[in-house]
């Protein structure tokens, strides 16, 4: 503002239009957006069309109920509720369904509770509503036995974190992202995700049953990052204490290769992830779901750059001798290994030599060993991957003092 247009008063912001004033409060916290309300009488209403939702910190659920209550029911572009939360599971509904019915396009929820081992409890997490593209939520209990998104038509983005999960099933047919961070997955079975149209795939550090992936023929890329605090668990789940590498231990007592046996006629993983071009699969040699896969032996023709840990090692390299033999356009090969110093991978002192010619990918043109220290068992692999068809000048070895597999 000019200082002669100051000196005579004259309101430049209030000079603007309507719809550019909304889009300005759109930038602010909800709180704050209808303190606007008392500048003057022509922003008194403003508040209650503005496009977005937002509230941040400490809200009270009271509060963010009358917001609601009192807001016009224009449409939404964006609800957004990442806060400590006083209220009830009800509250979160209503609050829930008042975004659906705005036709909003971006919800966000993520609910803090002043008891950090607590969620928040949701029965039901139906929703209707035909522009939403982007759901995110976190640190809530889902307890409906399917979460079926065929009412929400054009849903591209599903973002679940610190989440648990009850349902059986998770579908949605027009999903292309699908990123589930720290979830836990019911005990008991194992949910079944159906989105055939997803072209990018995150579970990172999951709990419970790992969830059965129907054919994804979209899928691009995919990253499986399996619990690394297993061990910790009361149960294993899928992990095996008794070196049953591909599920068959035989021991009465071991719980995950029991029910792995009990399911023996279905794929878990890989007939979903089998159409990515690039895929990492990062685990402990003791996760048995990925190599119990290995029987069905899926062609990974798309395949361009893959990502893998110590857990293809195991087992005489099985993991490692399986993706170089069913991966025929791989061009990038990365061994991802949390060896440190004076540690080693119990690899045999006879080097590995295959029985029969590997059908190794002749576009191979990089494999990357990432490993804390150079001990002699990186040497040792080096010397397999030569005799598996991989020419030692595409060979290399980089040393990162920290946990290679975060790289």
């Known amino acids: 503002m000019t200082d002669s247009a100051a000196a005579a008063g004259e309101d430049r912001i209030g000079a603007l239009p309507d719809d550019i004033l909304r889009l300005v409060l759109s930038f602010l916290p909800s709180r ?10 022509r922003w008194r209403n403003l508040w209650k069309s503005v496009p977005t939702v937002v509230f941040y910190e400490e809200e009270e659920a009271r509060f963010v109920t009358s917001l609601l209550l009192l807001r016009d029911r224009t449409p939404l572009r964006e609800f957004v509720f990442v806060s400590f939360l006083d209220g009830t599971p009800q509250d979160a509904e209503l609050w829930l369904r ?41 640190s809530v209990t889902l307890e409906e036995r ?19 999960i009850n349902a ?24 079944r995700i159906s989105c055939p149209s997803l072209a990018a795939l995150d579970l990172t550090e999951n709990v419970g049953l790992t969830p059965f992936l129907e054919s994804m023929p979209s899928l691009v890329t995919a990253s499986v990052r399996f619990d690394t605090e297993w061990s910790e668990r009361e149960e294993p789940y899928d992990h095996c204490l008794n070196g049953g590498y591909y599920g068959h231990c035989g021991e009465d007592s071991c719980l995950a290769c ?23 699969l990062i685990s402990t040699p003791k996760m048995i779901i990925c190599t119990r896969d290995f029987k069905w032996r899926h062609t ?30 791989l061009e990038k090969l990365t061994l991802a290994l949390k060896i440190c110093e004076q540690e080693s991978l119990n690899i045999k002192d006879d080097s590995y030599k295959p029985s029969k010619e590997y059908l190794i990918s002749k576009n191979l043109k990089v494999v990357e060993i990432k490993c804390c220290y150079e001990v002699e068992s990186i040497h040792h692999i080096v010397e397999i991957l030569i005799n598996l068809g991989v020419p030692p000048e595409n060979i290399n070895i980089l040393h990162n003092h920290e946990s290679s597999d975060r790289k």
């Not at 998104?149 to 054009?154: D, K, N, R, Y």
């Not at 059986?168 to 990123?179: A, D, N, W």
């Not at 990502?307 to 490692?320: H, K, Q, R, T």
Request: proline share 3%; aromatic share 8%; with cysteine.
């Open 32 to 41: 704050e957006s209808v303190c606007t309300c008392v500048l003057a009488r």
């Open 146 to 164: 399917t979460l079926d998104f065929s009412s929400c038509p054009v849903l591209d983005v599903l973002e679940m974190q610190d989440c648990e």
């Open 258 to 280: 029991h029910h792995i046996d009990s399911e023996d006629d279905v794929c878990v993983l890989l007939d979903g992830l089998c159409g990515a071009a690039d895929l990492k």
């Open 168 to 191: 059986e099933k998770i579908s949605c047919q027009s999903l292309r992202h699908l990123s589930m961070d720290t979830c836990s997955f019911p005990e008991d079975v194992r949910t």
């Open 98 to 138: 008042y975004a659906a019915s705005c036709q909003v396009k971006v919800l966000r929820l993520a609910v803090h509770r002043y008891d950090f081992t607590e969620r928040l409890p949701l029965p039901d997490m139906t929703l209707v509503c035909h522009q939403l593209t982007t759901l995110d939520i976190c």
């Open 300 to 329: 990974f023709t798309k395949l361009k750059t893959l990502y893998l840990s110590e857990w293809c090692l195991a087992a005489d390299f099985s993991g490692l001798v399986y993706f170089l033999q069913h991966s025929p356009n």
